[in-house]
């Protein structure tokens, strides 16, 4: 071979690799372990530039651990569930299994030419009954532990599709598939009770300390631990049974600005008025047609009804407030009732000015007039301020301090108790949909919920469904539905809905430690395997995957699947950016968008020469048509371009442009690189250098700074000092021996990045085996010691120039050097020298 193929080099190197089953995971007590995971993809036919990014980053860790010592798991799989599939079921025909294996195909057969060191044998999809069979055993477990449970609850339901909507899915109070306005309906729903783990979830955070600080701040925040107040108001003119009304506040400091009271529209209080009033009725049912998400009733417009019922200040028997139903407060939060401060909240401000009540302000800016309330008020958060209408002695104090005493003065009094709540709800599971895996449980009239056998696992997917008609197939299929009790016999129905796809990969990383067992999990291998020591991923799943793992772990512990030093199952964590690439453009007659692939544009035009317009740095969007297939980069360039590129432009965690230009710019320097390597191979084993002792301290620094860069995930600084280290080879006059030794070292250093062409350099120049099995290189302490020092000059105490000098010279020899140095000449502008100091090893001082 004459040049640099990829077409010719790669194929043959993964053949080889899976001839030898290089990366096949290998339980070895005499080895230490490594297990690096990338969040696996969702099978949607494509893989495209992120994921490459992604797999690489994965990739470039394994394969370094494997030589520097490491027994390594680094598996692949599928989160292959959810509605996807089934949408495209419903669009194109046929089953969204074939549907979901048929692009698991495709995308395997799209990621195998990227050379990944992959341990293929371990491969699984969550849709496999294998895998989703030992995910019902393991609810059936966690049901016995008392981790499960079913309640009612308050869903999206889209009355056209008949199925429950994530928040996400509901689009201006409309289902985003079927355009009908969606219902807040109540719903038995099974749950898992991940909120008795709230503070254990919050607290551990600090031990993770190689997760990126930004993502434990989100989850910290998403379970939100709140020191507060519980108190009940007396009511006057409610049902009975509706004597007091439980508010749960953070803000106990402000109750002296109480104007209302509100309850959620699925308060128990608000069911109740609704059966007997036709006007709370309608507006109930009105509430009940927006989003239940926190942020969908934040945005809301703020509504309320006067219930007619008042309710007694606790701290004045005088003081009486109107109790309202409010389309923007939860039943999942508190208590599902809210005294509202309108003086110092801006959502209870614009609700009390809405409906013409009080706003008595509790403090004042410092330094304001007592009466001087104007809008904007004074937000609850603000720490400078003066407070008018506090209560036992609290009104000297501010912000936590009188958060506190507001407490103190409620337990002293009786009136109410200091409460530490969670914004954590616990996790529900029910979806009403068929591609999912099916809940355990039978409903048998006799003996209630019952858990199916395990013997009896899986509870297989019917194949033979329909999706002509709205729903879930499986509650109108009678021979999957229609069962026996596992307990008594009788005649009973399975449970119809399916686990929440989040389920799925919230297990799989300790399922690859044994992915075929018969057990969830096996514990030799668990305890071998475990913990995740590399997990990396987008930050768009830093919230909800991370946290539903985390508390799976936990689960898993207490149902004996998992040893108990994973239940934090990542060691350490890396949120990798996105690839991003221009957007190319024109438009039409009425001047609408008309985007382009960037493979029909050359130099800004169209091929009829039509110029486009230019969106710099977006990610990349099918709808924007600003993608770049990964098949097209490797027929054109070879994989190991592809990877180069998306490690080489920038830090990891940021965001990395692709152009057309950078990836031909790391095709050639491949190119230079083989054929450096094809020269030196061709060379006369007699020939000399004058410059082998440089070269050797040359291997050396790019050995240390190569490794360092990788150990630390600055990818691209690894390859800026192989791009560099090419430069030193390419010039150095070094023998041959030499010369084939720092390119062997060359092609290691590349393996993790480059592995198809490393293999290949690592050939040519005689290396034993395969450079994937090789031992990582270290560098010889002594090649990194630098005989010369830097000395900083000091002008009259200022920094004004350094020399490189060797480290034993002489110190009139160092004087004469420094103030010889331009730029000390230029600075002394012929002004006598009163003294100069020099201070072996680390300053010069000069006094002018």
């Known amino acids: 071979m004459s040049r640099y193929s990829p077409a010719e080099i790669e194929p043959k190197w993964q053949k080889a690799w899976d001839q030898a089953e290089t990366f096949k995971a290998k339980r070895d007590p005499q080895k230490p372990k490594y297990y690096v995971l990338e969040m696996f993809p969702y099978p949607s036919g494509r893989i495209h530039m992120g994921h490459v990014r992604n797999y690489t980053m994965g990739d470039v860790v394994a394969r370094t651990k494997a030589a520097q010592g490491f027994s390594v798991l680094h598996p692949m799989g599928w989160d292959a569930f959810g509605m996807p599939a089934e949408n495209a079921a ?21 990621m195998k030419p990227l050379g990944l060191s992959i341990d293929w044998s371990r491969e699984f999809a969550t849709c496999d009954p294998e895998y989703y069979g030992q995910q019902q055993a393991m609810f059936i477990d966690m049901m016995e532990k008392g981790l499960v449970y079913r309640k009612n609850a308050v869903v999206n339901w889209d009355p056209v599709d008949m199925t429950v909507l994530a928040n996400e899915q509901v689009i201006d109070g409309r289902g985003w598939r079927s355009n009908a306005l969606v219902e807040r309906r109540e719903l038995t729903q099974w749950f898992f009770k991940i909120s008795d783990y709230s503070a254990e979830l919050l607290s551990a955070l600090d031990g993770l300390k190689d997760w990126p600080e930004k993502v434990r701040l989100m989850q910290a925040n998403w379970i939100g631990q709140s020191r507060g107040l519980q108190f009940a108001f007396a009511t006057k003119g409610a049902p009975a049974g509706f004597e ?16 209302f009271a509100a309850i959620s529209p699925d308060h128990p209080l608000a069911k109740t008025l609704e059966t007997t009033d036709a006007k709370i009725a309608e507006f109930v049912a009105e509430c009940r047609r927006v989003g239940t998400s926190a942020e969908a009733l934040e945005t809301a417009e703020k509504k309320g009804m006067d219930t007619g019922i008042r309710v007694v200040h606790p701290l004045d028997p005088a003081w009486e407030l109107p109790v ?12 599902g009732a809210i005294f509202g401060c309108p003086a110092h909240d801006a959502r209870d401000f614009e ?140 005649h009973a129905k399975r449970e119809t809905d399916t686990m929440d796809t989040f389920v799925d990969s919230s297990w799989y990383y300790a399922r690859f430690t044994s992915p075929h067992a018969g057990t969830p999990t096996v514990m030799e291998d668990a305890d071998y395997w475990m913990n995740v020591d590399q997990y990396i991923g987008g930050i768009e799943h830093a919230i909800l995957h991370l946290l539903y793992s985390r508390f799976f772990a936990r689960a898993m512990f207490k149902t004996g699947h998992l040893p108990g030093k ?137 050995v240390a700074d190569v490794t360092a860069g990788i150990e630390g995930f600055a990818f691209n600084k690894s390859i800026a000092k192989l791009y560099e280290f090419t430069g030193v080879l390419s010039r150095a006059d070094a023998s041959r021996d030499v010369l084939a030794e720092s390119l062997r070292t060359l092609a290691q250093l590349m393996s993790p990045m480059t592995p198809h062409l490393a293999e290949e350099v690592w050939a040519m120049l005689g290396g034993v085996g395969l450079v994937a099995n090789a031992p990582w290189p270290k560098p010889d302490p002594a090649l990194l010691v630098d005989d010369n020092v830097t000395l900083p000059i000091q002008i009259n105490g200022k920094r004004r120039a350094e020399i490189s000098v060797p480290k034993d010279m002489p110190a009139d020899q160092i004087e004469k050097i420094a103030l010889a140095q331009e730029d000390v000449v230029k600075f002394l502008a012929g002004q006598p020298v009163k003294k100069l100091i020099v201070v072996p090893g680390r300053i010069i001082n000069v006094v002018v």
């Open 244 to 259: 007091k009304i439980e508010v749960y506040t953070t803000r106990p400091d402000t109750l002296m600005g109480a104007s």
């Open 566 to 702: 994973a239940i934090e199952p990542f060691n350490a964590l890396f949120t990798q950016g996105m690839v991003t690439h221009e957007i190319y453009m024109t438009r039409d007659a009425n001047g609408r968008p008309v985007y382009h692939l960037p493979e029909d544009v050359t130099e800004g035009k169209l091929a009829d020469g039509t110029a486009v317009e230019v969106v710099p740095s977006a990610k990349m969007s099918k709808s924007k048509k600003n993608v770049v297939d990964p098949m097209n980069i490797i027929a054109a360039f070879g994989a190991d371009t592809a990877r180069w590129f998306v490690l080489s432009d920038s830090p990891p965690e940021r965001d990395v442009e692709w152009t057309a230009s950078g990836a031909e710019a790391s095709a050639k320097h491949l190119g230079r690189v083989w054929t450096l390597a094809h020269r030196v191979s061709e060379m006369p084993e007699t020939h000399k250098g004058a410059a082998d002792d440089d070269l050797r301290r040359a291997t050396a620094r790019a």
């Open 351 to 490: 609700f009390a000015t809405k409906y013409g009540l009080a706003i008595p302000p509790v403090f004042v800016a410092e330094g304001a007039e007592e009466d001087a309330l104007t809008e904007p008020f004074v937000p609850m958060k603000s720490e400078k301020v003066r407070y008018i209408r506090g209560f036992a002695g609290e009104a000297v104090q501010t912000g936590e301090a009188a958060i506190a005493a507001a407490i103190t003065h409620a337990e002293a009094n009786g009136y109410g108790k200091g409460m530490t709540n969670y914004r954590l709800r616990d996790w529900g599971i029910s979806r009403q949909r068929y591609w999912g895996c099916p809940i355990p449980v039978v409903h048998c009239p006799e003996c209630g919920i019952v858990p199916e056998k395990k013997e009896n696992l899986p509870v297989r997917l019917p194949d033979d469904v329909s999706f002509d008609q709205p729903g879930n197939p499986l509650d109108r299929h009678p021979t999957w539905r229609d069962t026996r009790c596992p307990a008594c016999g009788i």
């Open 90 to 110: 419903m669009e194109r025909g046929g089953h969204p299994k074939d549907w979901t294996y048929g692009n698991i195909a495709d995308m395997r057969g799209q």
């Open 324 to 335: 309202y139903i409010a389309n923007f407060i939860l039943m999942d939060y508190g208590t």
